[in-house]
Structure formats: structure tokens, C-alpha cells
């Protein structure tokens, strides 16, 4: 369950085509953890996996990691990323924005060897991790003291 105000809370989500990592933050304090990974192929399971989360921690908004070639140039991903971000907001009705997910997912792969992770047996921990970096990098690009909706 939430420790924060829910007008407080974001959640961040590590879009892939067989998961998607989470990771929630509050944005007062501008910090961020993994939450989870959802593993469900079909996309009906994958929003209704989104829409639990959604109503246990009540964010105020939703980032979403927008993955672009290192030149910053986007590529087949980048338009999937963005039509996930669509369905978001029109499913939830919260606002979406973009944090960019460059070399996330290989921060996430050295914070969790750091930690003494096996990360050949737990590929999911990668994601939730990779979510969490990607929304500490918008926290730490933007001025979230005023959790209002900008959408």
C-alpha cells in the first residue's frame, strides 16, 4: 500500500513488447523504487495488471520511458512507446509524459550487479529496475513540487 499522499505519487513504466517494468516514486521527495513486472502477453491482462496498480497507489501521473537511438533519432520502438503512453492516458485518465529511456536498462543492469543480483534468472528485476531509473532521471529533470496535472 502507498506510505505517500497519493497526490504525490507517479508511476514510471519500462515498455517492452514481453514486459513491462514498473517503478513508482513520490514526487515531493523526488525518489524512486522498482514496484514490479508484468509479464502478461495479451495487452487486455497487461491493462488490467496497470489498472490494479493504479487504483492501490492512486498516482498523480504517469511517466513513460520513450526509447530513442543514442543520436536521439526514434526508431520502431520509440512509436510503440508513444501508443502505449496514448492508451494510458485515455484508459486512466491521467496525465502521461515521456522520460528519455536511453541506456536505462544498462544502469538498471549495474545497480542490480552492484546489489549481488543474478540477473540471467531474473530478468524482470532488469525492468522494474530500468523503470525506476527512468523515473528518477525525470524527477531529476523537472520540478515536481506541484503534483497539478500538466495534461
Not at 514498473?22 to 489498472?51: C, D, H, Q
Not at 501521473?61 to 533519432?73: K, N, T, Y
Not at 546489489?115 to 529533470?141: P, T, W
Request: charged share 25%; hydrophobic share 45%; glycine share 6%.
Amino acid at each position: 500500500m502507498p506510505d505517500e499522499p497519493s497526490g504525490h505519487l507517479v508511476l514510471a513504466f519500462d515498455f517492452g513488447t514481453r514486459r513491462i517494468g514498473v517503478a513508482v516514486g513520490a514526487a515531493m521527495l523526488k525518489n524512486a523504487r522498482p514496484l514490479t513486472t508484468i509479464s502478461a502477453a495479451a495487452n487486455a491482462a497487461r491493462f488490467e495488471a496497470i489498472g490494479r496498480l493504479i487504483a492501490e497507489w492512486q498516482p498523480a501521473r504517469l511517466v513513460v520511458g520513450l526509447p530513442l537511438a543514442l543520436d536521439g533519432s526514434e526508431h520502431d520502438m520509440t512509436a510503440r512507446c508513444r501508443r502505449f503512453a496514448q492508451q494510458l492516458h485515455g484508459r486512466f485518465r491521467l496525465p502521461v509524459e515521456f522520460a528519455d529511456e536511453r541506456l536505462s536498462s544498462t544502469a538498471a543492469e549495474a545497480r542490480l550487479r552492484a546489489g549481488g543480483h543474478d540477473l540471467r534468472r531474473n530478468k524482470q528485476a532488469i525492468d522494474a529496475e530500468a523503470a525506476a531509473v527512468i523515473l528518477q532521471s525525470y524527477f531529476d529533470r523537472t520540478d515536481h513540487a506541484d503534483p497539478a496535472p500538466s495534461h
